[in-house]
């Protein structure tokens, strides 16, 4: 009923900036305006838009709601050569979890996070693109539990993660002390974190104006059916095109037909993500 996730939105105060920024991460501007634009990865799209009066929204990936989303490619050191060149800063080298994947977090003007993953047996020629959307949350088992009923996907669970200094040292943190788990099944990895150290702020609600990460798009080929499903698993909605998850964390729904699927077309390579994993798993 959901078919896959067709982008991420966030607000930026500087277009031609973020433009440039996303560039480098390796997705390509399909179309902007003077207020928004759409960069397009194998696998979904970031829809940038400028609010008209743009506001701080100061957070930590450890407080609740969305945390970063995670761009992957074949070559790290490459994309990080791009990166130099726009307001992105890396909070560490590339950092080897054990996984062979290389992990870094990057910083930006707007107060974005996202992080950047080498995968060295990915092709070479592969396009850089959307590995996963993280959520911080208070309740992760619950929040990972709704995202699984939404997209029909399957939830894989982390052990406590602690004491690990790869961690501490991609967060710039010390003595990081969290359980992970992950909804596989959609276009895009749903990834869900709720951390105990660093203690979690309560943040106030998002509002439109607010930088950063305002929420994801699921585009649905039959929207009755969509909305009937979106209410059996508990999403609440205030007209049933904008949606929000048991933390309060705003979804958008879009049918199949609507111009703006027309105009950016579907992903070119929807299921690159499982593609790639299954490499891994050889």
């Known amino acids: 009923m959901l078919q896959y996730i067709h982008h991420l939105t966030i607000n930026v105060s500087d277009l031609p900036r973020a433009i440039a920024r996303y560039r480098a991460y390796g997705l390509v501007c399909q179309r902007h305006t003077s207020h928004d634009a759409w960069l397009i990865a194998p696998n979904g799209a970031i829809h940038l838009q400028v609010p008209l009066q743009p506001t ?57 996070v996202t992080e950047c993953e080498g995968v060295p047996y990915a092709p070479t ?4 693109w959307l590995a996963h ?18 997209t029909g996907g399957t939830v894989r669970t982390s052990p406590l993660l602690a004491d690990n200094q790869g961690i501490d040292t991609i967060a710039q943190v010390r003595g990081i002390r969290a359980h992970a788990a992950w909804v ?38 039959d929207r009755d059916a969509a909305v ?15 949606w929000y998850d048991p933390d309060g964390n705003r979804f958008d729904l879009i049918p199949e037909n609507s111009p703006l699927v027309a105009a950016l077309g579907p992903p070119a390579e929807q299921h690159i993500v499982q593609r790639i994993e299954a490499l891994w798993r050889r």
Request: glycine content about 6%; hydrophobic content about 35%.
């Open 228 to 242: 009937a499903h979106l209410r059996a698993c508990g999403a609440h909605t205030d007209d049933a095109t904008i």
């Open 184 to 221: 596989r099944g959609a276009n895009v990895t749903i990834e869900c974190w709720q951390f105990s150290t660093p203690e979690p702020k309560q943040l106030p609600a998002r509002q439109p104006t607010d930088l950063g990460y305002t929420g994801m798009t699921f585009c649905t080929p």
């Open 133 to 150: 959307i993280a959520l911080a949350s208070l309740d992760i088992g619950r929040l990972a539990a709704f995202y699984a009923a939404v």
């Open 125 to 128: 020629a592969t396009a850089p």
């Open 56 to 112: 701080a929204y100061p957070r930590t990936i450890f407080d609740p709601g969305m945390s970063h989303c995670c761009i992957q490619t074949p070559d790290i050191e490459a994309l990080l050569t791009s990166v130099q060149r726009t307001d992105a800063v890396p909070r560490s080298h590339p950092v080897d979890l054990g996984t062979g994947h290389r992990y870094v977090y990057l910083d930006d003007a707007e107060g974005v």
